[in-house]
């Protein structure tokens, strides 16, 4: 009988905490919970830029995602009609992996290798961001997406695309490669 009105107690004090008004989150907190989320969908995002020497569209997609690397796609359009697709492998953590600037792409037969000559590294308060970028032709990325299996490395253990991912990217491919 005990057991039995402490778990009513239980579900009665949960359903009343859901009830109250909930507490706002610091802009801190909601960047936080955002960096946290792993989850992909197919959001693609798309911006102009208007600088000195260029005007151009960027649409990129988030192809890959846990606590310490991201791997995002882009289509950049250019204004002569310029198009240049690429590959940003972001890692972020509280220490080094060194990434050298060498990225692998093994898809269902091929294997492709690309070089960033000039990888990106910063050290924050408490945090280390290294950021690889490379230019793919468009035929490797349709390959990309249309692999059955599809597995990036950057440094030590090859990331793996989920199914999931390789079909956002067939469906990037789809609407912005094809």
């Known amino acids: 009988m005990k ?5 009513l107690l239980v579900i009665l004090l949960v359903g009343c905490y859901t009830m109250l008004p909930q ?10 919970l955002q960096m946290l989320d792993t989850s992909l969908s197919y959001d693609v995002v798309s ?7 260029n005007t151009y569209n960027v649409h990129s997609l988030i192809l890959y995602n846990d606590l310490i690397f991201k791997i995002d796609v882009s289509k950049t ?22 990434m050298n600037g060498e990225v692998m792409i093994k898809t269902d037969g ?33 390959e ?10 950057v440094r030590f253990d090859p990331l793996t695309i989920t199914p999931e ?4 990217l067939r469906r990037f491919c789809t609407e912005y490669v094809e």
């Open 144 to 153: 990309m997406a249309n692999s059955e299996s599809l597995r990036i490395q």
């Open 77 to 98: 359009d250019f204004a002569d009609e310029t198009v240049i697709y690429g590959i940003a492998i972001i890692y972020s953590a509280d220490d080094w992996i060194f």
């Open 47 to 53: 911006r102009r830029v208007d600088d000195l020497e």
């Open 110 to 142: 091929n294997l492709y290798k690309h070089e960033d000559e000039n990888p990106y590294h910063k050290v924050g308060s408490g945090y280390v961001l290294e950021i690889l970028m490379i230019n793919v032709p468009k035929e490797e990325l349709i």
């Open 3 to 7: 057991k039995l009105f402490l778990i």
């Open 23 to 32: 507490e706002t989150k610091s802009p801190q907190e909601s960047l936080l």
């Open 165 to 168: 991912g390789i079909e956002l």
